[in-house]
Structure formats: structure tokens, C-alpha cells
Nanobody, 126 residues
Framework: QMPLVESGGGSVQVGGSLRLSCAASESIYNTYCMAWFRQAPGKGREGVASVRFTGATTYSDSAKGRFTISKDNGKNTLYLQMNNMKPEDTAPYYC????????????????????WGQGTQVTVPS
């Protein structure tokens, strides 16, 4: 397993910004995909943004134009910059990683991931 630790969550006003970080205890260079998911109460785990080892990124419709995913292989850290935040962004956010180089068609599906963290809570009061 690859331990992942998320941080940076909190409460932010509508229209505000937060930057989430996900620190891995080992190299993320060999991960095929890394992603941020969230899970609002009573709902399934939703893919927010993902990045392949090639650098290609994918965003959910709700995240496009507002969120930016990035990673720093040297620091073994994944980031999610969230701008113009809305009440519907409220949820715990989870960092997930898929190890290896086996091809997958989508990095936005929770089922493909090997490892994930404990989550960090994001709250945007209405």
C-alpha cells in the first residue's frame, strides 16, 4: 500500500479558494493515475479531477474552469487548487493513487484505484 495523507481542507465562503495537498510516503513517479474524489452525504464517491503519468488531466463537469489538479513528483505530492467555490462543493475530499503502468481508459473511476487517504473535509456554507 501507498499511504496518502490529505491536508488543506476547511471552511471557505462562497467564491473563495482552497488548496488541497496529498502527501505520499513513497515515490508517486510510478503511479499510472492520481485523482481527487469527493463523497457528499448520501451519495457515491465522485471523481473531481485526475492526472495520468503522462500529465494528461481530466475534470468533472462541476470542476471544469474552477479546479486545477497538479502533482510534484519531486515532493511526492498531489494538489487540488479550488477557486470560485460553491456550497455544492461541500464534502470530504480523498486523494487516490493507482500504481503500475497497466492501461486504464478512465482515471475518474474509484474502482481502479489501489490506495486512498483518510480524506480532508471541505465546507462551503450557503
Amino acid at each position: 500500500q501507498m499511504p496518502l495523507v490529505e491536508s488543506g481542507g476547511g471552511s471557505v465562503q462562497v467564491g473563495g479558494s482552497l488548496r488541497l495537498s496529498c502527501a505520499a510516503s513513497e515515490s508517486i513517479y510510478n503511479t499510472y493515475c492520481m485523482a481527487w474524489f469527493r463523497q457528499a452525504p448520501g451519495k457515491g464517491r465522485e471523481g473531481v479531477a485526475s492526472v495520468r503519468f503522462t500529465g494528461a488531466t481530466t475534470y468533472s463537469d462541476s470542476a471544469k474552469g474552477r479546479f486545477t489538479i497538479s502533482k510534484d513528483n519531486g515532493k511526492n505530492t498531489l494538489y487540488l487548487q479550488m477557486n470560485n467555490m460553491k456550497p455544492e462543493d461541500t464534502a470530504p475530499y480523498y486523494c487516490e493513487a493507482r500504481r503500475g503502468r497497466e492501461f486504464v481508459s478512465s482515471c475518474m473511476t474509484h474502482a481502479i484505484y489501489n490506495d486512498w487517504g483518510q480524506g480532508t473535509q471541505v465546507t462551503v456554507p450557503s
